[in-house]
């Protein structure tokens, strides 16, 4: 059944027509609204939080053409109780410093994960879109199953955004010495 | 032969830093990759299925030869999958893209923005109207032209189906001269990215209609045992 199933292909450098028209410059396409500017809604309880990074290619160059989605849990652990997509965001990163930034809710323990936002990444040269996590380094990570799972420490880094007040620094490194940690789910 | 092209495909230039070097770390999906975001039907407006008319003026229309694509969107046990959005994107019928970063000196089209979504019927169905896009050159160190080509954005039941790949039309002879489309090693799976013309729902005097299904990984139940192999 494997056999059946359609190849991916590279976002390209024009995902934004599609996926975020208003970053792409098409104003008023769908009501000028782009889908996942919101990961939770602002009544959403929780402990409200700014994720933050950039994303760099091999040579530690910004990849300015980036889209970064996003699924977690809430703040009770739980995927989209009401249905919907509650949790779930987007973001083209920043054309020249391929920075991104979200507001969000600390995601609560999922049975043995560690609190973590799933993230997938697509650009120009990613041919198959790269998933990863953010884990948070005030939380308890000692017992999570993909963490362990990694051996080197400084591998096993590259997963955990670091807390700078309110805010959570977070960057990806698609390859190279400090290249993030990409799951295959 | 792997279904999924493979990371580093240095014919696509672009691949070469963008690629992960290290084997990808497997896991065994949970509630976050057996769950996935859902969109209702009233996200969708009247037009966004038509991208002849969506960006158009008043009155106006997207100039090109008129298509309709359609198809089914379903998983890898050939299962319809409900309610699932779908966003297309494409240059128009000159191959300019409706994009700051796009210089190519074929004009924009005032009338056609490039962009158009829809969700799935309760049997996987999606239709939505367009003009033919055109081929285009790109940069990648020769002579290089994308066959013409529409990039599809889907949705299905579980985040570790999320898939954007892109749809290809039937007897281009750019298919098999591009190196985006040669990042994949199995002819039959370019194959089944080729869009088939559909003479039986194209209209008389009106628009030709072109088919593509789009396979998503197996039943979220068995996605463990239906890996991606692009690694
Ligand atoms: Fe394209």
């Known amino acids: 059944m494997t056999r059946f199933q359609s190849a991916s292909q590279t976002a390209g450098p024009y995902v934004h027509i599609g996926c975020t028209p208003s970053f792409a410059g098409l104003e008023n396409m769908y009501g000028g609204h782009d889908l996942g500017a919101d990961i939770f809604s602002p009544d959403t309880p929780g402990t409200w939080v700014t994720v933050s990074g950039r994303i760099f290619d091999g040579e ?4 300015t053409d980036a889209m970064l989605e996003f699924w977690q849990a809430d703040s009770f652990g739980h995927y989209a109780p009401q249905g919907g997509s509650e949790g779930w965001g987007r973001r083209a990163v920043d054309a020249q410093a391929a920075s991104y930034s979200v507001n969000t809710i600390l995601p609560a323990a999922v049975g043995d994960e560690a609190p973590h936002i799933n993230v997938w990444v697509v650009a120009r040269g990613v041919n198959l879109g790269l998933h990863t996590r953010i884990y948070f ?4 990570n000692e017992q999570d199953p993909v963490l362990a799972a990694i051996d080197d420490p400084a591998r096993r880094s590259s997963l955990i955004a670091t807390r700078d007040g309110d805010t959570y620094n977070f960057d990806i490194h698609l390859q190279g010495d400090k290249e993030t940690v990409f799951l295959n789910v | 032969m792997s279904l999924q ?11 070469r830093l963008r690629s992960p070097s290290h084997k990808l770390l497997s896991l065994a999906p949970g509630a976050g990759e057996l769950t996935g975001p859902t969109f209702g039907h009233d996200l969708i407006g009247p037009n966004d299925n038509n991208l002849i008319i969506n960006y158009a003026a008043p009155g106006q229309a997207a100039i090109g030869e008129q298509i309709m694509v359609h198809g089914h969107l379903l998983d890898g046990n050939a299962r319809p ?17 409706r994009h700051k970063k796009d210089g190519y000196l074929s004009p924009l089209d005032p009338n056609f923005g490039g962009c158009g979504r829809t969700i799935t019927d309760a049997d996987g169905y999606y239709s ?15 002579n290089d032209w994308r066959p013409a080509h529409i990039h599809f954005s889907c949705f299905g039941v579980g985040w570790a189906q999320r898939l954007i790949t892109q749809m290809y039309f039937e007897g281009d002879p750019h298919i098999p001269l591009c190196p985006i489309v040669q990042t994949i090693a199995d ?3 370019i194959d089944s990215l080729t869009a088939r013309l559909d003479m039986a729902h194209t209209e008389p005097m009106n ?14 139940s068995t996605l463990f045992e239906n890996k991606l192999e692009g690694n």
């Open chain 1, 60 to 63: 530690g160059m910004p990849v």
């Open chain 1, 137 to 140: 380094d005030c939380a308890d």
């Open chain 2, 5 to 15: 092209p493979q990371a580093l495909t240095p014919d696509y230039r672009s691949s």
């Open chain 2, 81 to 97: 999958v409900s309610n699932a959005l779908l966003e297309f994107w494409q240059a128009n019928a000159g191959g300019r893209y």
């Open chain 2, 128 to 142: 939505f109207r367009t003009v033919r896009p055109g081929p285009y050159p790109w940069p990648n160190g020769g």
């Open chain 2, 187 to 189: 002819p039959q799976a």
């Open chain 2, 207 to 220: 628009f030709r209609a072109f088919r593509f299904d789009v396979i998503l990984r197996g039943k979220v």
